[in-house]
């Protein structure tokens, strides 16, 4: 593995860190994903609303911000989904 594949990956492993960690603290200053801007949506998330896969936006959302099921469904549902 090159030098800078080892970076991105540890840049990602930081990130995904870093994204539980505000999960966390989103969740215990009781700030709802409704309250959260819809820019935060990854394109993944984005795309599987516009398909109308709602289940899939709301697994994708969970498994890139670690919240709850009813704050990935307020967040799919603040985007149009």
């Given at each position: 593995m090159?030098?800078?594949e080892r970076e991105v990956r540890e840049l990602r492993t930081r990130?995904?860190?870093l994204e539980?960690?505000?999960?966390?603290?989103?969740r215990?200053?009781?700030?709802?994903?409704?309250?959260m801007p819809a820019w935060e949506a990854s394109p993944a998330v984005v795309d599987l609303v516009r398909k109308g896969?709602?289940?899939g936006a709301m697994r994708a959302y969970m498994d890139?911000?670690?919240c709850s099921l009813k704050d990935a469904k307020?967040?799919?549902?603040?985007?149009?989904?």
């Open positions: 090159g030098e800078s990130v995904d860190k539980a960690r505000m999960s966390f603290l989103l215990r200053m009781n700030i709802a994903a409704e309250d896969d709602r289940s890139e911000t670690a307020r967040f799919v549902e603040s985007l149009g989904g």
